[in-house]
């Protein structure tokens, strides 16, 4: 499938997208930017000059990415929900050489309208709810909610939640698939010979 860019959008030169991308009205994607294929831009979406996305990325409408944030493939970035990337701006002074790195790792969903302060890292499957507003880590396969938001339980790879304690050890299915994830030690992962 090629790609497709909306006549109203700007993808400055040297810009890298690869194929059977959709990119949608009023968006600008900087020269810097590389992205992978598959990926779709909804309305009114920036992407930064020093900026990574991987395939099958879904940015939906009014998310600005910017410098410093690495999208891995399979992301889900929902309506307006905001990345930064300086951790205490002021206007009057210059903190462009104090960008803290922001990582979405593969798998992962940002909620619509949530919020991610800038250096953190969000693991594989993580769920970032609509509305939070996450200032640390998030492990692989976590469920986060709430301002500040607070790590409340895990997700399966396909989106549902998992029966699992928080901390205590356990093992559960998921309820669309039957994959099955066992949490050790507060790290939750899923058992390879399931399904």
Request: positive net charge; aromatic residues 8%; glycine residues 10%.
């Amino acid at each position: 499938m090629p790609t497709t860019i909306h006549p109203s959008a700007i993808v400055d030169p040297g810009a890298q997208l690869g194929e059977g991308c959709r990119v949608w009205h009023f968006v600008h994607i900087s020269a810097g930017a590389r992205i992978g294929a598959r990926c779709t831009f909804g309305q009114n979406v920036y992407v930064g000059n020093d900026v990574a996305i991987g395939d099958n990325v879904r940015v939906q409408n009014n998310v600005s990415v910017y410098d410093a944030v690495t999208l891995e493939d399979d992301v889900f970035c929902g309506p307006s929900m905001v990345f930064t990337n300086v951790y205490n701006p002021r206007a009057a002074v210059s903190r462009k050489s104090e960008y803290r790195r922001t990582m979405v790792r593969r798998g992962a969903t940002l909620g619509a309208n949530c919020t991610v302060v800038c250096g953190v890292t969000i693991g594989c499957y993580a769920f970032v709810g609509a509305g939070a507003v996450l200032r640390c880590d998030a492990p692989d396969y976590s469920l986060w909610v709430g301002v500040p938001a607070r790590h409340v339980g895990w997700m399966s790879r396909h989106g549902e939640r998992l029966r699992l304690p928080l901390q205590a050890n356990g093992e559960a299915a998921c309820p669309a698939t039957g994959e099955r994830y066992r949490v050790r030690e507060g790290v939750c992962t899923m058992i390879e010979d399931s399904a």
